[in-house]
């Protein structure tokens, strides 16, 4: 794509021009984020980048330069950054993007700056841009910045979870059932009656075994969301193992859920707090 700046014809690659404002808008978006101590997804920030990116075109069609005054600027990085944080308060949100612009405006300081030792600059005078080539090492360090955020992120998240998971071993009518169950801290289910905490087990692996027969208990749960009770056997003996130690033997009460715990079959049980 040709355009014209100042009577200078310049040539532009849109497809360079976008990958290379998704990576810079992705760098700020991130460390604005890690500034406030904000955990957002990155589906949601590589979304907005993208938006910012596109954006960008108003700079080079000259039918919609006038989206590229300040104001209008100021706008877009509002809507970047309330989609990336989420719902949240007007005054937050403007504390938030207020932050993004301070970012923002250092690295443009900083890239400025590596400009100016690449290019003459006299006092007075118009200054061009005509040699950069330090942008592709700034790009590097922000690609290679975002892949080390997020490959961190992704692992500390999969440590915490791990620390919670314990393998479970019990035997239903003498067959053995081996799953593996997060301890929900936030989980108090217990049988009214008996005391006995609750194993809540993904249905799929207890296909086998009948809920609705004789002895069964029935235990109310009460959500943010919804209320009812959960029918549930009670099993003797259950073994609780950390990290393949044997941890200890209780009794509980094992109730089939209908939901998918973790998508990514990290644990397939929840355990109540009274497990430990």
Known sequence: MNSYDGGIKMEIYIDVLLLENFIVNLFLLLLTMKLIHHKCKTSIMVFSSFLGGIYTLVLVIPELRIFSYFPFQIIMAIIMVWITYGKTSIINLLKTTTTFLIVSFTLSGICFLFSIKENLYVLGENFSITKYSIKY??????????????????LKEQSFVNNYIFSVECYIENKQYIFKGFLDTGNELKEPVTNLPCIIVEESLLSDVNFYGNNIYHIPYSTVKSNGTLAGIRVNNVNIKDHGLEFRKIDAIICPCSEQFSKNSTFDALLSRGIV
């Open 137 to 154: 090492v700034i790009l590097s360090f922000m690609i290679l910045f975002i892949f080390i955020d997020r490959i961190s992120y992704y």
